[in-house]
């Protein structure tokens, strides 16, 4: 068994669609109209035909509070593995992405979290290097 696709709860799709692009540089897999939505998937150019990330709207009654609660108490709604954390922020923070944790070394990983402007928090990770002090 493996994840093939998994979720994120967003205010806007076409908002989310444009930050999870052109600032992290995902790539649209699936854009499909659904009613007043689409099923609207995004992968990594690294494993385009890895695991999904499907940008799902924010309209179930349960998920206003849900994301609000996770943001109040600075937890990240989904981890994105990066080789470069200081490179990667930097980029980042250059293109206008805010950071609400700016990295941190915390034990086999490094990690900072950022706004995704869409209603989340993401973590980004760099795993440590294996017998570095």
Known sequence: ????????????QDKAQKFYCDKLGFEVKN???????RWLTLVSPEQPDGTE??????D???????K????????????FQVEDL???????T?????????????GPVRMAV???TCGNLIQLIQMATPGAA
């Open 86 to 92: 200081d490179a990667e922020v930097k980029r980042l």
């Open 1 to 12: 068994m493996k994840i093939y696709v998994t979720s994120i709860f967003v205010d806007d």
């Open 114 to 116: 950022l706004d995704d």
């Open 53 to 58: 990330l499907l940008l799902e709207p924010s």
């Open 94 to 106: 250059d293109s206008g992405v805010v950071f609400t944790q700016d990295p941190i070394d915390a």
């Open 68 to 79: 609000q609660a996770l943001v109040e108490d600075g937890i990240a709604a989904h981890s």
């Open 31 to 37: 854009d499909i109209p659904l009613g007043t939505h």
């Open 60 to 66: 179930h009654r349960a998920v206003g509070p849900y």
